[in-house]
T-cell receptor, first 113, second 114 residues
Framework: SQQGEEDPQALSIQEGENATMNCSYK?????LQWYRQNSGRGLVHLIL?????REKHSGRLRVTLDTSKKSSSLLITASRAADTASYFC?????????????FGGGTRLMVKP | KAGVTQTPRYLIKTRGQQVTLSCSPI?????VSWYQQTPGQGLQFLFE???????NKGNFPGRFSGRQFSNSRSEMNVSTLELGDSALYLC?????????????FGPGTRLTVL
């Protein structure tokens, strides 16, 4: 089953604008990761934030994590047409052995040139 | 380093048949996980293999099985295919043993069951 919901389910913006996607989850976690998927292909890892971190940056990406609200957000600044993809959050739940990740439903982002 | 490879990329089967999908992880990665992606259920964890042992299993019927070989290559098998098994099957390889590591996904195998 899925860990939680992503909001919005779909987002359409103009190139140059910022895109914000939110992820909510249900259980306690060790870390949360964000992945990108282009057109039903494989997922590409974007960023990992640990449960004791509140914010992390990578290039044009900024991720926040609020464990008290069980939520995370992904901000893509100065978006480009190449950012058009689906974005998923994935959680490593406390108590899980191994590398099992639980994914959210994803946000479909369209960036118009 | 070569990425994760999955074969075949596309597969069409009929109900009742069985299918075997293959995943070759990145060299040196000993953990392989499998996920099923459908429009209705999203991305769901199937199972994980580490050093030829199944370490985790998701909530799927026994028709779904897998194995891992000594070279870390993994296969998953689905027997008695149902229409609802149509999906994109993704495998991921990881270098570490916990969920605190980046997972590298293959391009997926698109299975269509008619």
């Amino acid at each position: 089953s899925q860990q939680g919901e992503e909001d919005p389910q779909a987002l359409s913006i103009q190139e140059g604008e910022n895109a914000t996607m939110n992820c909510s989850y249900k259980t306690s976690i060790n870390n949360l990761q964000w992945y990108r998927q282009n057109s039903g292909r494989g997922l590409v890892h974007l960023i990992l934030i640990r449960s004791n971190e509140r914010e992390k940056h990578s290039g044009r990406l900024r991720v926040t994590l609020d464990t008290s609200k069980k939520s995370s957000s992904l901000l893509i600044t100065a978006s480009r047409a190449a950012d058009t993809a689906s974005y998923f959050c994935a959680t490593d739940e406390i108590g899980n052995a191994g590398n099992m990740l639980t994914f959210g439903g994803g946000t479909r982002l369209m960036v118009k040139p | 380093k070569a990425g994760v490879t999955q074969t075949p990329r596309y597969l069409i089967k009929t109900r009742g048949q069985q299918v075997t999908l293959s995943c070759s992880p990145i060299s040196g990665h000993r953990s392989v996980s499998w996920y099923q992606q459908t429009p209705g259920q999203g991305l769901q964890f199937l199972f994980e293999y580490f050093s030829e042992t199944q370490r985790n299993k998701g909530n799927f019927p026994g028709r779904f099985s897998g194995r891992q070989f000594s070279n870390s290559r993994s296969e998953m098998n689905v027997s008695t295919l149902e229409l609802g098994d149509s999906a994109l099957y993704l495998c991921a390889s990881v270098t570490g043993t916990s969920g605190a590591n980046e997972q590298f996904f293959g391009p997926g195998t698109r299975l269509t069951v008619l």
